[in-house]
């Protein structure tokens, strides 16, 4: 095991000769796609080339240790490798001509047909301003190492000639070090190249495959998968075979960066998510439901693998890298969770270290709000209903909004505005394409739109407030959603989603509780404070049905300027239809300018808010 | 110049010493990002590092051969390049400390420093089992070449150790083979090793930066860039200094490779879109003014530039690689325009072979709707209005999905249902995030949808139709709208994203017009004879009236089968107050069940139509 831990290493139990392969039994399933202890999806290769096979070779399965194939390839007959324990079972073919490769994900081939790694080793750095267009420092460097039997794992220099990286095992690396250093002694000492640099705690992993050399973007996926997971490349070769492309990355990414790189290979289409869940309320309760329901499909039809890796509430956290059953993860909170709070929340999440990490923010809390500009420089994506961080100060939102245009993490709150309707996304395809807003004007609160909605002359304003509450349609304090403070958050967010620098200051909003009923100690007693108003609102519902209008809660952007007001629209009012607890947005601009762009839809909701985050997380998988 | 086109070759007049830095004059501004005449936005750096300069030396300005810099680099004394003949100009600071580079597009530091290119390389491969773990090849291998005096360019060996690649002039290939057989002749002879292999016709492009190194991604960058381009990487090799990865591409795409790496890398969030237009009528049209009217505030606001390469008609076809101004580009096809026809436009446009290309397709032809698939598989990305490839046989429909996620390219319609509204992406996200779709209910022609809002007892059908048609609502004759083809088109592409697999045929059409009219000769002819079913039009909408009802022809989707008819609606169902010449589409899903999620707006109509095209390119810039 002298190449460190990717050995899984197999033993030979002996080769039986037939007429047109070799079968060689051993006490392994045959060449596997990678070391199945540290990637859990690894699965044997049904055929390889012996091109292949020997890249693999150098990792995985001693069993096909080149000497053991020589005479075989001569003669090009194809070897078989099968396992004793498990003889039913055909192994891996190692054949001559190449080959489509397998895919259990997809029919098409794969380009990749093994991910392998090297767990140890140390990187040897020769450069020098001396070393630039003068031939023979390779020779002299390669013949001094060779002195010492030393095997070099992987070589590049880079074309500047200016640095020659090698990467050798830890222990040989002090050695290689002195021996460079005595060659270029005078080279050394004029200035001309520098002393040997030695780094450690690198792996090496490798993506092995025939089929590379024909597919543009290989190495595009390669180094994406590992850039989108923060892992940071040390050195890469890649040889004009193309059969092999190698990553010199930090020891502690190892397996992340196998995991990641056998998703991009073996599961193309399969689109895994690293899911963790804060907040187990109402949404995120659905979250877990919709999750539960549509894991299966999801993972057939649209190959997207959503894997809750922990879930936390105000009082306790439970982490599983395997992934939780969403079914039990409640009940499992309960029983094994440990107690949380967000520092070791995140400090766990991180620890993981999983590829497409994605926070789901289902609180309402402010604490976890101003962590996400940690949170997405650490490489973890977030999605969330959550508008306290869109709504906050001005300069957090520019923050956090450039923290996610860095590369790998995105930030996605679609659901803090109508919940599922697609508000946000409408809005940012009319700005980026060029147009121009001229007004947006909404219905924002499920909860104002079902009370004006209901708010008829067979009822008191109180009563319908009071029936909204017992209905579950209201906060627990209804003075929540009537001081419009919730709407003029959403109506912020569509502000600074349009271009606009506001505060939530600058929003000029309505408060719907008349002025005495605002300090009334509870709910229950602003209710009844509040039965003095109904004659005041009466009226103003009268004065708006003498003029066939009705009255509406709209929040409006109009030349830069937030509002949120009552207001009494007539029927030619695109609003006047609204019904229910129905949410809209009108969009009229520059191009929707005669007439507007409009969604309408449920706005609140557990169901439909979850569904829209759940769009969210798939969106983020891409 | 024997380093190729790469050099853009300077002279040193003469080295002025101050105190604190040394000026070296020259004829040129300094150290270019590129060469200016391979990548037209290349700029002068501002301040580079010792290291930054020497890997860029190795290709550009030769005013920082590294023998010059020597006595700086020991005193550790900065150096300044400066133009004679713009002494005024800064020029570039060469300097010991890294330092945050420079960006004209974003103040945050760039990575990359310099993108450079060597123009003609040969590859040569030694490769063979016998290499495997044996020590000592590298130095026998290197010591062969050295005899000749010959410079290696880059060297990689992946780490399987089972090939050495080198990247040398042409010139020296045929020695370096020969050398290298001689050397391992004996293992040649004893199939160890392999004959030397010499591949020509490569360049090999570099990215240089010494912020890479603590830039996770970077590698990632360059080479999705490349892959994204299809330009396919021969081999890679990377020190672990990080300060430069280079890649060996096939010389045909040396300058292509090397302006999708300056835009990736010095205009990171300034996404190049290189557009071809085909299609000059209404929608093409507008697109163009939009173009025109956007461009400026697109680039500064949103950095994207969408470069219009080359505009086309059915009769004649314009290409120009610097990028055509749209406000002339009309006068200039129709001047300086060659005739066009499909074949040779793709050909031309394929020969660009440039980044981010995307063809615009604003025809209705059945001819370029074929051709989807080859060019997608091209790497060149459609965005179209075009209901023809989507709506055309179900196979064909399969493959241009299937062609358009393989990796580079994209292909969006959002446009050939509902024009700009957010139609097909709304579809998506439901689907994606495992909802099921219960029921589609939709107005989809903006022209029936106007004739049945103003369809009443003061007008007759045939005079509503008079007056569309003379409106410019219609079709040249209305028949092609009232026959509901173009109505079921957009029903069965709703149908097969929602993941139902129908042909045309399986739609059932309900034609509304009447059997005596469908043979008349001319448009005029037909309104004409439908005069005579004024009385059956009538009936139907006063049947309707009876029960308060209206008549609205109306597109569906349930239980995967697509219908499309003239129904009568009553003022509960939430197309009843639509007005106008509005699209509604109502989504009625598993989640959206008691109420529906809708979007409506205005479906047709040049402007919009183009505002949805500009949005659907803006979405595969990124």
């Not at 029919?107 to 023979?136: D, F, Q, W, Y």
């Not at 923050?399 to 599922?420: C, D, N, Q, Y």
């Not at 349609?473 to 929540?480: F, G, K, Q, V």
Request: aromatic share 6%; proline share 5%; glycine share 8%.
């Amino acid at each position: 095991m002298g190449r460190g831990g990717s050995d899984y290493s197999a033993s030979i139990f002996g080769a039986a000769l037939n007429a047109d392969e070799i079968e060689i039994w051993t006490d392994v399933d045959g060449v596997m796609s990678a070391d199945p202890r540290k990637v859990k999806k690894a699965f044997p290769q049904a055929r390889l080339t012996y091109e292949e096979a020997m890249e693999l070779s150098h990792f995985g399965a001693k069993v096909i240790f080149p000497p053991t194939m020589q005479p075989a390839l001569e003669k090009r007959i194809p070897i078989r490798i099968r396992n004793t324990v498990n003889p039913g079972f055909e192994g891996t073919l190692i054949h001559c001509a190449p080959d489509s490769g397998s895919s259990p994900a997809r029919s098409r081939p794969t380009v990749a047909t093994g991910i392998s790694s090297i767990e140890k080793i140390s990187l040897v750095r020769v450069e020098g301003s001396g070393m630039v267009g003068v031939a023979g420092i390779a020779m002299r460097l390669f013949g001094a190492i060779a002195q010492a039997q030393i095997n070099i794992i992987l070589i590049t220099q880079a074309s500047s000639e200016h640095t020659i990286c090698l990467a050798v095992r830890p222990e040989d690396a002090p050695t290689v070090k002195s021996l460079v250093e005595d060659e270029f002694a005078l080279e050394i000492q004029a200035k001309l190249i520098n002393d040997a640099l030695v780094e450690d705690g690198f792996s090496i992993v490798s993506v092995v495959g025939e089929n590379m050399r024909s597919s543009p973007g290989t190495a595009g996926r390669v180094f994406s998968a590992l850039g989108k997971n923060g892992v940071n490349v040390a050195a890469i070769a890649q040889g004009s075979s193309e059969l092999n492309i190698s990553a010199v990355v930090p020891q502690g990414d190892e397996v992340k960066a196998l995991n990641a790189l056998h998703e991009e290979f073996f599961f193309p289409d399969n689109k895994l998510i690293n899911m963790f869940l804060v907040g187990t309320g109402l949404i995120g309760g659905a979250l877990i439901k919709q999750l539960q329901a549509h894991y299966k499909k999801l993972k057939e039809c649209y190959a997207h693998e959503v894997r809750l890796i922990g879930v936390a509430n105000s009082r306790r956290m439970l982490v599983s890298e395997e992934g939780l059953p969403p079914e039990d993860c409640l009940a499992l909170l309960e029983q094994s969770g440990e107690p949380c709070n967000i520092d070791s929340l995140l400090k766990q999440f991180r620890a993981l270290n999983l590829p497409n990490s994605i926070l789901v923010d289902c609180t309402a809390s402010e604490d976890l709000a101003k962590r996400y500009e940690e949170i997405l420089k650490s490489s973890i994506s977030i999605v969330t209903p959550n508008k306290k961080a869109q709504s906050g100060a001005l300069d957090y939102y520019t923050r956090i909004k450039r923290a996610a245009s860095h590369r790998g993490a995105v930030l996605l709150f679609e659901t803090s505005v109508g919940a599922g309707l697609p508000v946000l996304s409408t809005l940012n395809d009319l700005i980026k394409s060029g147009d121009e807003i001229v007004r947006i004007e909404a219905v924002l609160s499920g909860t104002l739109s079902f009370i004006f909605n209901s708010f008829g002359p067979e009822q008191s304003f109180s009563g319908v407030v009071q029936n909204a509450r017992a209905a579950g349609y209201t906060e627990p304090d209804p003075r929540d959603d009537l001081n419009g403070l919730d709407v003029a958050r959403k109506i912020l967010i569509l502000a600074r989603e349009s271009g606009f620098k506001l505060e939530l200051s600058d929003v000029e909003v309505e408060n719907l509780v008349p002025e005495p009923c605002r300090l009334a100690p509870s709910a229950d007693e602003f209710l009844t404070k509040l039965k003095d108003f109904d004659g005041h609102f009466d009226e103003l519902r009268r004065r708006a049905e003498e003029q066939n209008a009705k009255l509406c809660y709209i929040a409006s952007l109009e030349h830069g300027r937030a509002r949120v007001a009552l207001q009494s629209i007539t029927a030619d009012h695109p609003f006047f239809g609204l019904s229910g607890s129905d949410n809209i947005i009108s969009f009229t601009t520059k191009r929707y300018h005669t007439r507007p762009l409009v969604v309408r839809g449920p706005g609140a909701g557990a169901e439909v808010t979850a569904a829209g985050v759940f769009a969210d997380l798939i969106r983020i998988a891409g």
